[in-house]
């Protein structure tokens, strides 16, 4: 399932860093849950796989997930905008192994490494 612009929309990117704006009226939060909505974890980390394959011009999928931790509970109606920051990515033909943090000011979300093939 394609994300961008179901779930979120892009506002600016930098070099490692992505902001984007979570789309409150989406159908994933009138599922997860009415009237108290949150982002889902497995959400949160198709959009960094989205953000990768945008960044690297790749077709990606996770293979594998290192360390994730949701830090605090991402809500729309609270947040409604978040930096992905990529703190190091690894790449190689193959691969792509991506550490770094879903943020907003001083909140920080969720912290992840996970790992990617090519397709």
């Known amino acids: 399932m394609k994300l961008n612009d179901e779930l979120y929309t892009i506002i600016e990117k930098h070099d490692n860093a992505v902001t984007i704006r979570l ?3 989406s159908a994933i939060f009138k ?3 009415p009237g108290n909505p949150i982002t889902p974890g497995v959400c ?3 959009i960094v796989g989205e953000l990768l394959e945008m960044m690297s011009g790749r077709k990606l999928t996770l293979c594998e997930v290192k360390n994730l931790k949701f830090v605090e509970v991402l809500k729309p109606d609270v947040t409604e905008e978040v ?3 990529f703190d190091k990515i690894e790449d190689d033909a193959d691969r792509l192994v991506a550490k ?3 943020a907003s000011e001083a909140t920080v979300f969720t912290k992840f490494s996970l790992v990617f ?3």
């Open 23 to 25: 789309l409150s009226g």
């Open 31 to 33: 599922g997860h849950f």
């Open 44 to 46: 949160q980390v198709g």
């Open 83 to 85: 930096s992905i920051t």
């Open 100 to 102: 770094g943090t879903a």
């Open 117 to 119: 093939e090519t397709l």
